[in-house]
């Protein structure tokens, strides 16, 4: 059927979301999810946008990442609590973040460097919103912090640095708890974080 998700591989945690923790050779579908739009695959779990713009997870959830407002893991897909219109998605090792219809940002799971964007190191199990962010377009995550562009091809950088909350710093530019420009990936068209701390890979493609 349309949108469906079928995965494969190691799944000890559900992550696969086929009703059980099998390891599977080949591709399995996921089950009773349907009409799905996007896929992101974190730390052993995995996420799904559909297409009314809510999320829907399943897999290891020790630090709340499925987002439904428990950390008890789930071998099949479970509904993200309080999310709707979700328009992008994207996974990182324990945390998960959603570009909402109005361009702003949403995120849940392991906030222990502040990845989440709200000014503190709370782990949450359901989304709350990331500060002084608005107008996105993508985002992606690494294993401890989020990047996104914003329509206008600006990149923000939210990451962990020298054991505090920080964010990417820009030619000059000082520290601060939420989303900060970073002056020299100006124009973006397309960007990537890498599973690693301090890498973000930004292209401008004319």
Do not use: E, M
């Given at each position: 059927g349309t949108g469906v998700v079928k995965c494969w591989g190691y799944n000890s945690y559900g992550q696969l979301g086929d009703g059980t923790a099998t390891d599977r050779h080949t591709p399995v579908e996921v089950a009773g999810l349907s009409g799905a739009t996007a896929v992101t695959a974190g730390g052993a779990f995995t996420c799904a946008l559909t297409s009314g713009g809510e999320a829907k997870c399943w897999g290891y959830n020790s630090n709340g990442q499925l987002g439904n407002n428990s950390t008890g893991e789930s071998h099949t897909p479970v509904s993200v609590s309080g999310l709707s219109g979700a328009t992008?998605?994207?996974a990182g090792d324990m945390h998960?973040?959603?570009?909402?219809?109005t361009g702003g940002v949403k995120c849940?799971?392991?906030?222990?460097?502040?990845q989440l964007g709200d000014n503190t190191t709370v782990n949450r199990v359901t989304p709350v919103a990331t500060l002084s962010i608005t107008n996105l377009s993508q985002i992606s995550l690494g294993i401890y912090h989020t990047c996104g562009?914003?329509?206008?091809?600006?990149?923000?950088?939210?990451?962990?640095e020298k054991g505090k909350v920080?964010?990417?710093?820009?030619?000059?530019?000082?520290?601060?708890?939420?989303?900060?420009k970073v002056a020299f990936f100006p124009d973006a068209s397309i960007f990537s974080t890498t599973r690693f701390e301090w890498d973000i890979l930004a292209a401008r493609l004319r």
């Open positions: 992008a998605i994207s998960t973040c959603a570009i909402t219809g849940w799971g392991y906030n222990g460097y502040g562009v914003r329509r206008d091809g600006t990149v923000y950088h939210q990451r962990y920080a964010t990417a710093l820009a030619k000059i530019g000082k520290t601060k708890g939420t989303g900060t």
